[in-house]
């Protein structure tokens, strides 16, 4: 084998180093544990010219090594394929704690195929467990097909992304719990917010047909189910209010206009706030879009809903305005009766400390405004974003 020459040697390791701060960065920025897993096998794989990478991580009980990433074994095995606690080279590395590196690995009497994995190509192996806090979470290992004896520098340098991935493994984890409480405490939030719903719904059912509450109850329902809907395609922890006014005012628009042609245009900042603010808004644009088709631009063939959304520093302004017929003359918000009132009425002042009014506008229609402080949200999610 020719030997290399130093500048060979310097122009490998500074590739080398070059790739580590790629798989350090991409794994900095990797948002759930898939991603993060597909990120450390794909660049390992290049950065050390190998033909595959593969990652075990331990079931919960710590009893087998399930392959949860791959490069070079079938991509089917992912999540299928298992090695009982110390069995073959990568299950020994893992029990052991210790890095192995075989040139012939079907020759070592350690060695245990991974039947139907495609594994029965490749000759070389090197192993090394993934130890995080001191207790070892699983394996990874890289593949040639070729026969190859590691270098002390291939040692070196798996070892070292071995470190980062193992680091990079736990973060996803510790992320991926806080999501999962999050979202717990969200939707136990939201059906809370149902239940109160219902049995204010229940205390006006002498007011109001059982198909009109049902009605009504739907498109609240539909309405918290949007920020999910927005949260789940994002994948943040903010709602983008924006999107959010926009695909309400759809729900109820669609289930409310039958063969009419009400507009409704979305104007305004763009502005992300946290899950708790967004469900708040979107029970607001529901109930205010309901007042409006039902009151102002009852019977209209056509109309226009124009719904604005203004940043002024740390306030945030909604209006709902409509070209419609308006208030009655003798309307004072202060007295008026219905549910939908009284909840936007009770959302802007109990739980975002703002204000509302509901006026009607110089020439014809109606205007709705809800003017909330957002200060201690952006900073809020200002704070939640360095721990991201």
């Not at 520098?153 to 992320?175: M, Y």
């Not at 709602?239 to 507009?263: F, N, P």
């Not at 631009?297 to 056509?302: I, N």
């Not at 124009?306 to 007295?335: C, H, K, M, N, Y």
């Amino acid at each position: 084998m020719k030997k290399k020459t130093i500048t060979e040697e310097l122009r490998q390791k500074t590739a080398q180093l070059a790739a580590l701060r790629e798989i350090s960065r991409a794994i900095a920025e990797a948002q759930d544990l898939d991603t993060t897993l597909d990120l450390i096998t794909q660049r390992t794989t290049e950065v050390m010219g190998v033909q595959s990478c593969s990652i075990y991580l331990y079931n919960r009980e710590e009893t087998e090594l399930v392959l949860a990433a791959t490069t070079g074994l079938k991509r089917t095995g992912i999540g299928q394929m298992r090695l009982g606690k110390g069995a073959g080279l990568t299950g020994w590395a893992a029990e052991q704690g210790e890095l192995v590196a075989v040139a012939d690995a079907a020759d070592d009497p350690r060695f245990q195929r991974l039947v139907g994995s495609g594994e029965s190509r490749f000759s070389s192996l090197m192993a090394t467990p993934l130890i995080t806090r001191g207790k070892v979470i699983g394996a990874a290992n890289v593949q040639t097909t070729q026969y190859h004896v590691f270098s002390e520098d291939e040692i070196e340098l798996f070892s070292f992304i071995a470190d980062l991935a193992a680091t990079a493994l736990e973060k996803a984890k510790l992320v991926h719990t806080a999501v999962v409480q999050e979202i717990h405490h969200r939707v136990k939030n939201n059906l809370q917010t149902i239940a109160m719903l219902l049995r204010l719904q229940v205390a006006q059912a002498d007011q109001l047909t059982p198909e009109d509450i049902l009605h009504e109850t739907i498109n609240r329902v539909l309405s918290i189910a949007t920020v999910h809907d927005i949260l789940a395609q994002n994948r943040h922890s903010a709602v983008d209010l924006k999107a959010l006014v926009r695909q309400v005012a759809q729900i109820i628009t669609t289930s409310m206009t039958i063969g009419g042609q009400i507009e409704v245009l979305v104007e305004g900042d763009d502005l992300q706030l946290p899950s708790q603010f967004a469900t708040n808004l979107a029970l607001i644009i529901n109930e205010l879009l309901q007042n409006a088709l039902e009151h102002s631009l009852a019977g209209q063939q056509q109309g226009q809903i124009v719904i604005q959304l203004l940043r002024e520093e740390d306030t945030l302004t909604l209006t709902v305005s409509d070209d419609g017929r308006g208030l009655p003359g003798d309307f004072v918000l202060a007295t008026a009766r219905g549910l939908g009132l009284e909840l936007v009425q009770a959302i802007v002042t109990e739980d975002l400390q703002g204000t509302f009014t509901l006026e009607p506008t110089p020439h014809r229609g109606a205007r709705a405004s809800v003017r909330v402080p957002i200060g201690d949200y952006l900073e809020g999610e200002r704070n939640a974003n360095k721990f991201i």
